[in-house]
């Protein structure tokens, strides 16, 4: 079965200050995995995906992430947080096998408030 | 700019009302989801679509929601008769499954109210 886990449900951080936001995840087949961003009243944005090619993966508004297969970690980074960037942050996984291909399996979401 | 349309954005009605979501999913995507949004439990799958086909509705209260894809470029989500914990955001989501990849499209939700 694939999972992921985010560690931590509220992360507030400084403006220009950087921004970490954790996943772990658990799956029995190579991970596809994913960051999706929501801002209040609009549905789920993609940020950026892993999907085996390289570990360090760039996606829109300047964020990033790191696929770390010993650690099974994607956590998802931004070297500066910017007052717009306020918003809840899903982490999610594929779900392999059978008539669940296509399904994504979504952690409890953390939200990143950024302080003046 | 290809996206997925979601009505209507808000809906209030009256415990044991009927009310219907309407999805248009990107054209060419394969694959349709429906899921729910509430504070106490997150992004919940009810339903999903592969070719029109459900392939998995084990989320959905079995007894009052129904999902259906008339065709490729509408998907609607039932529930007869609401109850206020229906209360939530309802999203419907688009991908085009092929290749691993997963990737899925978010409409911007209907927000259900019933009193």
């Known amino acids: 079965a694939q999972s992921v886990t985010q560690l931590g449900s509220h992360v507030s951080v400084s403006e220009g200050a950087l921004v970490l936001l954790r996943c772990n995840y658990s799956?029995?087949?190579?991970?596809?995995l994913f960051w999706y961003v929501q801002y209040p009243n609009q549905g789920l944005q993609l940020l950026l995906k892993y999907t085996s090619a390289a570990t360090l993966v760039k996606g829109i508004n300047g964020f990033e992430a790191e696929f770390k297969k010993s650690e099974t970690s994607f956590h998802l980074t931004k070297p500066s947080a910017h007052m717009s960037d306020a918003a809840e942050y899903f982490c999610?996984?594929?779900?392999?096998?059978?008539?669940?291909?296509?399904?994504?399996?979504f952690g409890q979401g953390t939200i990143l408030t950024v302080h003046p | 700019d290809a996206r997925v349309t979601q009505t209507p954005r808000d809906k209030v009605t009256e415990m044991g009302q009927e009310v219907t979501m309407r999805c248009q999913p990107i054209?060419?995507?394969?694959?349709v989801f429906w899921y729910r949004q509430t504070m106490m439990q997150g992004l919940e799958l009810l339903a999903y679509?592969?070719?029109?086909?459900?392939?998995?509705d084990s989320g959905m209260p079995k007894d009052r929601f129904s999902a259906e894809m008339p065709d490729a470029t509408l998907a609607t989500l039932k529930i007869q008769p609401s109850e206020p914990r229906d209360s939530a955001v309802y999203f419907c989501?688009?991908?085009?499954?092929?290749?691993?990849?997963?990737?899925?499209?978010f409409g911007p939700g209907t927000r259900l109210t019933v009193l």
């Open positions: 799956s029995s087949v190579p991970p596809y």
């Open positions: 989501a688009s991908g085009l499954v092929a290749g691993g990849y997963n990737e899925q499209f």
């Open positions: 054209l060419g995507h394969n694959t």
């Open positions: 679509f592969r070719n029109r086909a459900p392939l998995d």
């Open positions: 999610a996984v594929r779900v392999a096998g059978g008539t669940s291909y296509g399904k994504l399996t």
